[in-house]
């Protein structure tokens, strides 16, 4: 099975990524890994963080020769902001006159919550690990999974539709969408000039008040076949995996697969993507929609349209100009912590979110096709599409 794991806390020295059940011989490109970091760094309305960190995946395992050979793909990213939080952060004891408690919990964070639960005096250390900082290290784990799909033709990317009130008015074709990904430099990943300025003219808006702004990203799933994930088993439905990985991105509040959510307000008759057999000679088959409001999944299984998925972000916790809360340590009303912050990261969740949509989707893949080589993988794949192609 194809698992992925992190550690690392954000103000630590490094974070760590841990991918197993990657087949062999997967090539590894590490200019595609240290594009995705990079891409996930960008976007108006980052903080002075990003300015510190360069962020790159040092392989120290599972790849040799440039190619996966089966065992477990570790890898480390250096927190460059480590330099400043040597003292702050020791693992050792250290001098505790230097540590830097943060005694005030910050509504919609995890502060409060994780002080609770774990017995901190203070949230410093819950913050450390909740902070969207790990993020990186799924990237990194994400871009594995990444160049396991591509050689299947399977690929990822993400591009942003709302931010606070702007909105992308339009639907986004899959070949802008993938020129989005190509882009030298990043604004707020939309594909429509008119929306994004419209979105830059909401992150300018908040920069100014001390405000934050959260937004919609949306992950397409492109080159998929049909019958990846199950109806059979409830935990093994693809949207409700897809969902779990997109949900557990910090600051996700919902999740939307397709047009899931106007549906609940539209007949059946105007909602389900009716059925023809008009299929181009590069489709997997030649059943084919006339549009695509499922996100390409039917009763958790892929349809062979691209899979949509939507993920709905709150504005991030930590502002400029607090809002209330109490302190540990005299219980009396103050203003929540401050320490420095992103007003708006959609489109760095959006990059997040291919990571998890990429892994959730290799994982199936894997699982659906087997193989402890590339080539046997790629042998079943091949195969299963002639299969459905002569149905
Ligand atoms: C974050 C707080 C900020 C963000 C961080 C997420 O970090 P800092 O407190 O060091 O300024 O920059 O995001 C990242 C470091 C990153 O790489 O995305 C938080 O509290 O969630």
């Given at each position: 099975?194809?698992?992925?794991?992190?550690?690392?806390?954000?103000?630590?020295?490094?974070?760590?990524?841990m991918?197993?059940g990657?087949?062999?011989?997967?090539p590894v490109?590490?200019?595609?890994?240290?594009?995705?970091?990079?891409?996930?760094?960008?976007?108006?309305?980052?903080?002075?963080?990003?300015?510190?960190?360069?962020?790159g995946?040092?392989?120290?395992?599972?790849?040799?020769?440039?190619?996966?050979i089966?065992?477990p793909?570790?890898m480390?990213?250096?927190?460059?902001?480590?330099?400043n939080?040597?003292?702050?952060?020791?693992?050792?004891?250290?001098?505790?006159?230097?540590?830097?408690?943060?005694?005030?919990?910050?509504?919609g964070?995890?502060?409060?919550?994780?002080?609770?639960?774990?017995?901190?005096?203070?949230?410093?250390?819950v913050?450390?690990?909740?902070?969207?900082?790990e993020?990186?290290?799924?990237?990194?784990?994400?871009?594995?999974?990444?160049?396991?799909?591509?050689?299947?033709?399977?690929?990822?990317?993400?591009?942003v539709?709302?931010v606070?009130?702007?909105?992308?008015?339009?639907?986004?074709?899959?070949?802008?969408?993938?020129?989005?990904?190509?882009?030298?430099?990043?604004?707020?990943n939309c594909?429509?000039?008119?929306?994004?300025?419209?979105?830059?003219?909401?992150?300018?808006?908040v920069?100014r008040?001390g405000?934050?702004?959260?937004?919609?990203?949306?992950?397409?799933?492109?080159?998929?076949?049909?019958g990846?994930?199950?109806h059979v088993n409830?935990?093994?439905?693809?949207?409700?995996?897809l969902?779990?990985?997109?949900m557990?991105?910090?600051?996700?509040?919902?999740?939307?697969?397709?047009?899931?959510?106007?549906?609940?307000?539209?007949?059946?008759?105007?909602?389900?993507?009716?059925i023809?057999?008009?299929?181009?000679?590069?489709?997997?088959?030649?059943?084919?929609?006339?549009h695509?409001?499922?996100?390409?999944?039917?009763?958790?299984?892929?349809?062979g349209?691209?899979?949509?998925?939507?993920?709905y972000?709150?504005p991030?916790?930590?502002?400029?100009?607090?809002l209330g809360?109490?302190?540990?340590?005299?219980?009396?009303?103050?203003k929540a912590?401050?320490e420095?912050?992103?007003?708006?990261?959609?489109?760095a969740?959006?990059?997040?979110a291919e990571?998890?949509?990429?892994?959730?989707?290799?994982?199936?893949?894997?699982?659906?096709?087997?193989?402890?080589s590339l080539?046997?993988?790629?042998?079943n794949f091949?195969?299963?599409c002639?299969?459905i192609?002569?149905?």
């Amino acid at each position: 099975m194809l698992r992925f794991s992190t550690a690392g806390e954000s103000h630590g020295e490094s974070l760590v990524a841990m991918v197993s059940g990657v087949p062999a011989g997967v090539p590894v490109d590490q200019e595609l890994i240290s594009r995705e970091l990079w891409r996930r760094q960008q976007g108006y309305g980052r903080g002075g963080r990003m300015r510190i960190e360069r962020d790159g995946a040092h392989i120290l395992s599972g790849v040799r020769h440039g190619k996966t050979i089966g065992s477990p793909i570790a890898m480390v990213l250096a927190n460059k902001d480590w330099k400043n939080w040597g003292e702050i952060l020791p693992v050792e004891e250290g001098d505790a006159a230097k540590h830097k408690p943060v005694a005030s919990p910050r509504p919609g964070h995890a502060d409060l919550p994780g002080s609770l639960k774990y017995d901190f005096p203070d949230a410093r250390y819950v913050l450390e690990r909740a902070s969207a900082r790990e993020t990186a290290a799924r990237v990194a784990a994400g871009a594995i999974a990444k160049l396991l799909l591509r050689p299947l033709g399977i690929e990822v990317a993400s591009h942003v539709i709302r931010v606070g009130k702007a909105e992308l008015r339009r639907p986004a074709t899959w070949e802008e969408i993938a020129a989005l990904q190509l882009k030298e430099s990043v604004l707020l990943n939309c594909v429509d000039p008119e929306s994004e300025a419209a979105m830059k003219a909401e992150v300018d808006a908040v920069l100014r008040t001390g405000d934050t702004i959260g937004g919609v990203f949306e992950v397409v799933v492109h080159g998929l076949p049909p019958g990846v994930g199950t109806h059979v088993n409830w935990d093994e439905r693809m949207d409700g995996l897809l969902a779990q990985a997109v949900m557990s991105l910090q600051a996700v509040k919902a999740v939307e697969i397709g047009r899931g959510v106007t549906a609940a307000e539209s007949l059946g008759s105007t909602v389900h993507d009716e059925i023809a057999y008009n299929g181009g000679e590069e489709a997997y088959t030649k059943f084919s929609r006339e549009h695509n409001n499922a996100g390409g999944l039917e009763g958790g299984i892929s349809n062979g349209e691209d899979v949509v998925v939507r993920g709905y972000l709150k504005p991030i916790s930590t502002l400029r100009r607090p809002l209330g809360s109490v302190s540990f340590a005299t219980r009396e009303p103050v203003k929540a912590a401050y320490e420095r912050s992103d007003v708006c990261v959609v489109p760095a969740a959006g990059v997040a979110a291919e990571a998890m949509v990429a892994l959730t989707v290799a994982r199936l893949v894997v699982e659906k096709f087997g193989g402890d080589s590339l080539r046997e993988l790629e042998h079943n794949f091949r195969g299963y599409c002639e299969q459905i192609k002569a149905f």
